[in-house]
T-cell receptor, first 115, second 112 residues
Framework: GAVVSQHPSRVICKSGTSVKIECRSL??????MFWYRQFPKQSLMLMAT?????????EQGVEKDKFLINHASLTLSTLTVTSAHPEDSSFYIC???????????FGPGTRLTVL | GENVEQHPSTLSVQEGDSAVIKCTYS??????FPWYKQELGKRPQLIID?????GEKKDQRIAVTLNKTAKHFSLHITETQPEDSAVYFC???????????FGTGTQLKVEL
C-alpha cells in the first residue's frame, strides 16, 4: 500500500499556542488528503477534506478558522491547530487517496496534548 | 448523510475460534466497504475491502461478505490468533459524499 508519513508523532503545547502537523505522501501523488480526529476509545471522525490547490472542505461542526488546512502540493498537506485548548487534545490522523481509486492509506498519526 | 452502525462493540474469543463483526449502512448509493485494524496508538491499517459489485472476498483467514439488499456487510476472521487482538473499524464510502464514514469500532480480544 501507499506510504504516508506524518510529523510530529507527538506534541505537547501550552494552551493558546498553535501547532502545525504535516502529512506527506512518500510514494505517489495524492490528489486528496483527509484529516481525521480520534478521541480515546472512539472512532475516527473526519474533520476536513483537502484537494491540492483548492480550499479544504470542512465537516459540519469543525471550525475552519481554528483548524487551518493547506494542501499546497500533491505530496504535502498541513493541519494547523490555532489557539489550542485542552479539549483539542486528541490523535490527529491524515490519510491520502489518489484520483480514480477508493483506497485510503493512513499516516501514523500525531498525538496532541494541550496543557 | 451516511449512518454506519457496527456490532458488537467488544468481542472476546478463544484462540482458534472464529470472530464475526457486522456493520450496517443507510445509503444505498454506497459502493466501497473497507475494514481497518487499529492497534493501540497506531494508524488504522487496511486489512480487506469489498466493492458493491462483489458479494464476498477472502484473503487467507479474513473474509468480508456484502449484502447490498439488506445494506450490511460483515468481517469474518477464522482461526483467530492473539495477534488478531485489536480494534476493528468498518467504513463505507459514498461517492456522493466523497468520504469514508467509519463505524464505531469493535474491540476484539483473542484469549489463549
Amino acid at each position: 500500500g501507499a506510504v504516508v508519513s506524518q510529523h510530529p508523532s507527538r506534541v505537547i503545547c501550552k494552551s493558546g499556542t498553535s501547532v502545525k502537523i504535516e502529512c506527506r505522501s512518500l510514494d505517489f501523488q495524492a490528489t486528496t488528503m483527509f484529516w481525521y480526529r480520534q478521541f480515546p476509545k472512539q472512532s475516527l471522525m473526519l474533520m476536513a477534506t483537502s484537494n491540492e490547490g483548492s480550499k479544504a472542505t470542512y465537516e459540519q461542526g469543525v471550525e475552519k478558522d481554528k483548524f487551518l488546512i493547506n494542501h499546497a502540493s500533491l505530496t504535502l498537506s498541513t493541519l494547523t491547530v490555532t489557539s489550542a485548548h485542552p479539549e483539542d487534545s486528541s490523535f490527529y490522523i491524515c490519510s491520502e487517496r489518489t484520483s480514480g481509486t477508493d483506497t485510503q492509506y493512513f499516516g501514523p498519526g500525531t498525538r496532541l496534548t494541550v496543557l | 448523510g451516511e449512518n454506519v452502525e457496527q456490532h458488537p462493540s467488544t468481542l472476546s474469543v478463544q484462540e482458534g475460534d472464529s470472530a464475526v463483526i457486522k456493520c450496517t449502512y443507510s445509503d444505498s448509493a454506497s459502493n466501497y466497504f473497507p475494514w481497518y485494524k487499529q492497534e493501540l496508538g497506531k494508524r488504522p491499517q487496511l486489512i480487506i475491502d469489498i466493492r458493491s459489485n462483489v458479494g464476498e472476498k477472502k484473503d487467507q483467514r479474513i473474509a468480508v461478505t456484502l449484502n447490498k439488499t439488506a445494506k450490511h456487510f460483515s468481517l469474518h476472521i477464522t482461526e483467530t490468533q492473539p495477534e488478531d487482538s485489536a480494534v476493528y473499524f468498518c467504513a463505507v464510502w459514498t461517492g456522493g459524499g466523497n468520504k469514508l464514514t467509519f463505524g464505531t469500532g469493535t474491540q476484539l480480544k483473542v484469549e489463549l
